[in-house]
């Protein structure tokens, strides 16, 4: 018997069969692929959005914050700066990474460590970003020695190396808010809400710090005095700080502030200028200035009484204010300053003004009426704060004691043109 193994060529009858392997494909662009797979991308974003709605809003939040440096807590870089609002005259600026004086305009942002001068005839007014102010008077030269400002709370400071500075401060909602100066080794922190004025020789080495309006303390070691309105703290290098007080500025009363007077030759009308008493003030110091900062005084006359006729001013806006002087020759700081607008009258100036009526809501007159779209008002001496598209206006006045009063309205359109009237109403009592 032969035997074969089932694998041995003796046992195979053909060849051995290859199963056939059939290929199929179809050619996609690029162009196509970029498509589908942006669609697939966003079909991916739309789920995510659909089942987590917040999920992109914190994505943004945290990709800004990383890009910009910032936290929740902290205003943007563009708002902590502390920048110009008002020049006059020369005013310069050394970067505390320069060795460069540079000439200040109102592009210039200041930063930790920047120096500021005044010339002779210089001024500048700069704010921080909690609105606290400071206006550096001429011949002066100050560091800005702090600005943090976060939606927390607002330290602000300045250094005054030598000449005046003046300041406000805002109402801080934080009573951890707030704004200092300094001069030569003290510190005077400026409470919310509060005016003060501080003064340096740095040849004398002496200082002095009077408050306005608010309160103050003033520091230097272990020192410390409290002042209140119209109080002043002199501080020498030989001695204590001396508290005392001083003779407050008289309010003013006309021009009204922000009025415009309206006459036909501006140089030769007559302003009456007019103010109210000081205790123990024995004379009273005009001053009229074409700048904000009075630094081109136009008018300077010291004065007996309570009042001032001036004339040859030509047309324009002025501002002006008072400074009582007592028997001892101690002056006030200076008032509140006004600003008026000469304006001449003519007829090509004219402009469209009607008085709709008045209204009596108690102690309010409510004056209504139309003018031009786009004019600006002043009732009384304060500017119409809304004029509708169709020169429609309506103005609530402050509370009127009782008696009889005259409301004046003026105004003046884009033209330059002005118009006046005026009402009588009687406040019952």
């Known amino acids: ?51 987590t709605p917040g999920f992109y809003a914190a994505v943004l939040k945290k990709v800004s914050n990383a890009v910009s440096g910032t936290g929740s807590d902290v205003a943007p870089l563009a708002v902590t ?50 609105t606290t102010s400071y206006t550096i008077k001429a011949d002066t030269l100050v560091t800005v020695e702090e600005n943090n400002v976060t939606q927390e709370q607002a330290s602000t400071a300045v250094r005054i190396n030598t000449g005046a500075v003046d300041l406000s401060t805002p109402n801080w909602s934080s009573p951890n808010s707030h704004a200092a100066v300094s001069v030569e080794d003290t510190v005077a922190q400026i409470r919310p809400n509060s005016r003060a004025s501080v003064k340096s020789d740095s040849q004398s080495k002496e200082s002095e710090i009077t408050v306005a309006s608010g309160s ?23 001695g204590p700080i001396s508290k005392s007080d001083v003779l407050a ?31 123990d003030a024995v004379s009273y110091t005009l001053r009229i200035s074409a700048t904000a900062m009075f630094t081109k005084m136009v008018k300077q006359a010291r004065l007996s009484g309570l009042s001032a006729e001036i004339s040859g001013l030509d047309a324009g806006d002025y501002f002006w204010n008072v400074i009582a002087t007592d028997a001892n020759k101690k002056t006030s700081e200076v008032s509140e300053t006004f600003k008026f607008t000469l304006v001449a009258q003519g007829r090509t100036q004219e402009m469209m003004l009607e008085i ?52 004046v309205i003026v105004g003046q359109n884009r033209r330059g043109g002005t118009a006046k009237q005026q009402v009588t109403i009687v406040v019952p009592k």
Not at 9 to 16: A, F, V
Not at 106 to 125: N, P, S, V
Not at 216 to 238: D, F, M, P, T, Y
């Open 249 to 279: 500025p008289p309010d003013l009363a006309q021009p009204l502030n922000l009025a415009p007077i309206i006459v036909e030759v501006p140089k030769a009308a007559t302003i009456h200028f007019e103010w109210k008493p000081v205790k």
């Open 1 to 51: 018997m032969n035997s074969q193994l089932p694998n041995s060529p003796q046992h195979q009858t053909g060849p051995e069969r290859v199963k056939r392997v059939e290929v199929y494909w179809h050619a996609v662009s690029y162009k196509s692929l970029v498509m589908y797979v942006m669609i697939l991308v966003a079909l991916i974003f739309a789920s995510v959005y659909f089942v």
């Open 356 to 407: 709709g009526g008045t209204r009596l809501q108690g102690p309010i007159v409510e004056v209504y009426g139309r003018t031009e779209p786009g004019a600006a008002l002043i009732i009384n001496g304060q500017p119409v704060p809304s004029i509708g598209g169709d020169g429609s206006f309506q103005y609530f006045t402050e509370p009127l004691a009782p008696g009889e009063h005259t409301i």
């Open 81 to 130: 700066q502390v920048k110009f609002v008002n020049l006059d005259g020369r005013v310069q600026v050394k970067k505390v990474n320069s060795v460069q004086w540079v000439d200040a305009d109102y592009r210039t942002t200041l930063d930790k460590g920047d120096l500021i001068q005044t010339a002779a005839d210089g001024a500048a007014r700069i704010t921080f970003a909690d």
């Open 216 to 238: 103050a303390e003033v520091r230097r070691g272990s020192e410390k005095v409290e002042l209140g309105q119209w109080q002043k703290a002199n501080i020498s290098s030989g």
